[in-house]
């Protein structure tokens, strides 16, 4: 008996000035690819906090594609870098939870690269597919169920740690 | 809450661009169910004046709580549909579109895959639009004013300009006259234009013109402080006393001769007198000389009044004159405060500063002016006649230890003095060493040709700085060692080496950075918003950039920067209308902000200010463009990037994953 083959959901996040143009010039090309990554628009990569790639994670992604303008091309002037930055060391902290620097791609689409934009989905969903499907994660230490609602709109628990703790004042 | 859901099919039943590839009735029947869906409509061309018009009168019947449209690119329509929410009396920022075509339709061949996917993205939409809120424009009122720093060729264009469309200018400059660079200059590379003759009527429109009482010039002044932002900025200008007055002087020149103190002029290389009362130069504007108070004896202390006494306006000599703070509002403010030339003494091969008959290049273009200190004849400073004149190009530019860019203008410039060697002092050979010839445009090229093809002028090739050396005979005659020439054009005897120096940051440059917040490039230019699309522009809102201390340039480059800074100067605050303010900008919650400062530096826009006494930081909506990158920053999360708040963005992860 034949199983279908391991479909990964993908959580892409565009920057509005380049990548999600150049993911408009694949589409006004009609360049074919796997419809694994659903999309998430920001202005800028600099948006792009570091828990919403862990987020992706948590709740259930097999990996995240992150596409930003060229270095040097930021709508913003150099939030790219920024973004950049803030990849390495998700990425670190990705690893320290078991989860492969490979399930969390950062490339550059410009506006006229529609073809990179197409094969950067093809090679994101094809490397994702041959690590299978994300492991569980482990459980909270609190026993929790998974990601806890209340904290995660604002980050308010986080600041009021931030708030009260002597390392923060 | 009642979302409206409407799925665009781009043409016809199923035959348009999206309802070809995707099962619009079956998205509608995984949609119609989710919580907070009112409905789900599908509509042919949303787009099209009768989808627009059919669209308006739905929403303003059914009037949803939020409208999430799945049809083309945002980029393409959200514009078109934000109109189509007022129109139909609702915020336009309860609207989330889907691109269900480019991103769906056009990329996905299994109707199957395409339909799943759809309907992926639509949830996370109808989930991200719940958290919307109704955003609104702010409305600003500001100053049309406009301060203009600078009265060089681009300062002067960008306050002309200004003031044509009945602007209130200010125009600062440092110097006591109006012109910047090519006042200086007797002839004007590439048509060998005079450069007074150039300028003077643009000078004369300034200062006497119907347009003269729209521009309060401020010469010996400079920009001491800025608070404020584009539309609204209070600066402060202090003016030094010139003590004698712009208003009454006549210029009839009867008090200079009179005056008892000489000194060396700076203009003319020391090699002329100057007198404590006298004109900066000969034929600067405004015609009206300036004391210079380090060697007055009156403002020394002294008794003398001789000028004063001399003067045929009473009142014109006010010894009392005093440095005034002048303030001023403002809506923008244009930065052109010019270049300065490069110290080429720092490129220590060259010779300057060690042998007396190596020049840099604004010193021999006064050596040369008729009215320079050798009435424009070529000699040396012991009055040899200059039989053969080197001229270095690229002196400390393209040089990584000096200026590593190209200074734009030295070339020609070299060419100009080939061509004026050539007429004052005929029989007088000239040596090029360059490394690029810079030569663009229909009329530069042509100079270079006739520098290049006369009977007089040789050119040799160098490729680094330390190629060449500059070295003195004991009879004072100079030779150039090229080592990268040929072997039979390795020495050059001559008589005089003339330096063409670079450009670089001009001096009150860094002081100016720091009161506006404009920052200047690693090359010490002031730097523009872009280098291509927006040049004119400096990344603080409201702060325009022209001329040469955006990027050397000549002066057309110059004229038309200032021009285009005050074109965006009239477009940005135009009278009568009040600023709008976009509403997707970041915002503090002051209550919650721990006052770290960690998103202050990550802003280029300078848009984030700390406040003292609560010591919070805040954003500034009227500079703030959106990008996020403080949100994403702000380690207590406190910053909410409004319309991509962290709700809305987890909203769409959660939707998408289900």
Known sequence: MNTPPFEPKIIGFLCNWCSYAGADKAGAAQLNYPPNVGTIRVMCTGRIDPQFVLKAFAEGADGVVVLGCHPGDCHYKEQNYRMIQRHRLTVKFLEQFGIPADRCRLDFVSAAEGEKFARVIRETVEAVRALGPMPKLPPPPDGGQGVDRSDRSDGSDRSDHHQECSCCH | MKTGIYLCRCGCDNTGNVSAKIDLPAVREALINLPN??????????????????????????????????????????????????????????????????????????????????????????????????????????????????????????????????????????????????????????????????????????????????????????????????????????QQPRFVSTHSCIGCGICMPECPVEFPSRVNLGRTQRRAIDYEFFGGLPNVPFIDPTVCTNLLGGDCTICRDSCPVEGTIDFDDKEQIVEKHVGAIILAIGAKLYDVSRVANLGHGVFPEVYDSFAFERLIANNGPTDGRLVTKDGREVKRLAIVHCAGSLDKDHLPHCSAVCCLNAFKFNHLVGHKSPGTEVVHFHKTIVAP??????????????????????????????????????????????????????????????????????????????????????????????????????????????????????????????????????????????????????????????????????????????????????????????????????????????????????????
Request: charge should be negative.
């Open chain 2, 37 to 238: 869906v009112g409905y789900c409509d599908l509509v042919n061309l949303a787009c099209s004046e009768d989808g627009q018009n059919a669209l308006a009168d739905h929403l303003a019947e059914h009037k949803p709580d939020r409208v999430v449209i799945a049809a083309c690119s945002p980029r393409e329509h959200e514009e078109t549909f934000r109109k189509i929410m007022i129109r139909a009396g609702l915020n336009p920022y309860l609207m989330q579109m889907v691109n269900i075509r480019e991103h769906i339709a056009w990329v996905t061949e299994d109707l199957a895959a395409a339909t799943e996917k759809a309907v992926a993205a639509l949830r996370a939409a109808v989930n991200r639009v719940s958290h919307h809120e109704a955003l609104a424009k702010k409305m600003l009122d500001v100053s049309t004013d406009v301060l203009v720093v600078g009265a060089g060729p681009a300062g002067l264009k960008a306050a002309l300009t200004l003031a044509e469309a009945g602007r209130q200018v200010t125009l600062v400059e440092k110097s006591p006259i109006l012109g910047g660079y090519p006042v200086r200059f007797e002839d004007i590379f590439p048509k060998m234009e005079c450069g007074p003759c150039l300028l003077e009527p643009i000078m004369g429109q300034v200062l006497h013109s119907d347009l003269s009482d729209k521009i309060d010039l401020r010469l010996l002044s400079e920009l001491v402080e800025v608070t404020g932002f584009f539309g609204n900025f209070n600066v402060k200008i202090r």
């Open chain 2, 441 to 658: 445009g229909k009329e530069d090229f042509e100079c270079y040709h006739h520098a290049r093809h006369n009977d007089y002028s040789t050119f040799i090739e160098y490729h680094e700085p330390s190629d060449l050396q500059v070295s003195a005979a004991a009879d004072g005659s100079l030779t150039v060692t090229c080592s990268s020439a040929p072997p039979d054009k390795q020495q050059t005897t001559c008589d005089m080496v003339v330096l063409m120096n670079g450009l670089t940051t001009q001096e009150g440059a860094d002081s100016l950075s720091k009161l506006t917040e404009v920052t200047l490039d690693q090359t010490g230019f002031f730097e523009e918003l872009n280098g291509r699309s927006d040049v004119a522009r400096s990344k603080v809102r409201g702060v325009y950039l022209a001329g040469i201390c955006q990027q050397p340039g000549d002066i057309a480059r110059s004229m038309m920067q200032g021009a285009a800074a005050a074109g965006n100067a009239l477009s940005g605050l135009v009278t009568g209308r009040q600023l709008a303010i976009e509403p997707v900008t970041a915002e503090v919650d002051a209550d919650r902000c721990s006052g770290c400062r960690t998103c202050i530096p990550v802003c280029p826009y300078k848009a984030i200010e700390f406040v003292d006494g609560p010591n919070v930081a805040r954003v500034n909506a009227a500079l703030c463009v959106g990008c996020g990158t403080c949100v994403a920053a702000c380690p207590a999360g406190v910053i909410k990037g409004n319309h991509f708040t962290n709700d809305e963005i987890y909203a769409e992860i959660e939707a998408l994953l289900r």
